[in-house]
């Protein structure tokens, strides 16, 4: 059964590539040497390429997650590119990385990738439980990718959907008690990987740091009071950029603050007709915020 899902899933990649009229992974490395630099899709101008490519010790191509998001920052532009230039994007992306058999090995690693999201794409997932359709998706994975890819590109999303599905599980147990729930989620929640727990508490811990600097506002706490309370839970080099942006949001509202009562005197002016109160609050916009300032500035007080 395994092989004859294997050969159903490489007959539809090279029917996918014939399609494409992509030239094999070895014919796409040897040409690609020769062909110009491919300009940036134009969502992407201006923008910091994601991912990587690497090799192991030995000088095996290294399947993981950063290989992944280089894949999908190219694929990210279909729609402004074709398929066949998304793919010189991404040859020109890896060779920039890799040579020789880790480049062969990460173009060809590319086709299967690009033909298992077109198959997922065509592929019912809705109906049943969360955790059905994650077999059934993850079942499709292993119709073009190996084991070893498949834990290489998305070990860390798959811990995470178990994760999910999980606390879905204890969330929906009618026969626990509140504090059995409680213990059963926080027992989950140690479980993750360091990494992946510290992503999860990171939005709550500023929501949590929210909440306690509106309390201390209500008690009258100051600034050193309030700094402390940062430090204590965010650390202290987070606390000093957030006194800074203090600092900096203050200064930015003294200066609307004073041109919303200057614009005031100017449209209470008498004698003045709308075209030249317009451009009295345009020049006094100008001297006091630059062209990035003004812009800042409608967000504050809308343009009269």
């Not at 919303?260 to 001297?287: E, I, K, S």
Request: charged share 25%; proline share 3%.
């Amino acid at each position: 059964m395994r092989r004859a899902w294997m050969a159903w899933g490489c007959a539809l990649l090279l029917g996918v590539l014939a399609w494409l009229g992509w030239p094999a992974a070895d014919d796409a490395a040897a040409q690609a040497g020769g062909t110009a630099p491919l300009a940036a899709a134009p969502s992407q101008r201006g923008t910091q390429a994601d991912g990587r490519a690497g090799v192991e010790a030995g000088g095996a191509l290294r399947v993981d997650a950063e290989l992944r998001r280089l894949f999908d920052y190219q694929l990210a532009a279909l729609g402004e590119r074709d398929l066949s230039a998304v793919r010189k994007a991404v040859q020109q992306a890896l060779q920039s990385q890799l040579s020789g058999a880790a480049l062969r090995q990460a173009l060809e690693l590319f086709d299967r990738y690009v033909a298992y999201r077109r198959a997922l794409s065509e592929t019912k997932l809705a109906g049943g439980s969360a955790a059905e359709g994650l077999q059934r998706m993850r079942a499709l994975r292993l119709q073009f990718l190996s084991a070893q890819e498949v834990t290489g590109l998305f070990g860390s999303e798959d811990v995470y959907d178990d994760f999910t599905v999980k606390r879905l599980r204890i969330m929906a147990d009618a026969g626990l008690s509140a504090a059995q729930r409680a213990a059963q989620l926080k027992a989950l929640e140690a479980g993750l990987p360091a990494e992946l727990r510290a992503a999860r508490q990171e939005p709550i811990k500023h929501l949590a740091l929210a909440e306690a600097e509106e309390a201390l506002k209500k008690q009258g706490g100051g600034e050193q009071e309030l700094y402390a309370l940062r430090a204590g839970m965010v650390g202290q080099a987070a606390a000093d950029r957030l006194s800074q942006l203090d600092r900096e949001q203050a200064q930015w509202q003294s200066r609307v603050d004073a041109y919303r009562r200057d614009a005031q005197r100017v449209q209470a002016t008498p004698g003045l007709d709308a075209a030249r109160r317009d451009q009295a609050l345009a020049d006094l916009r100008a001297r006091r915020f630059n062209a990035r300032e003004q812009l800042r500035l409608e967000a504050f007080i809308p343009p009269q």
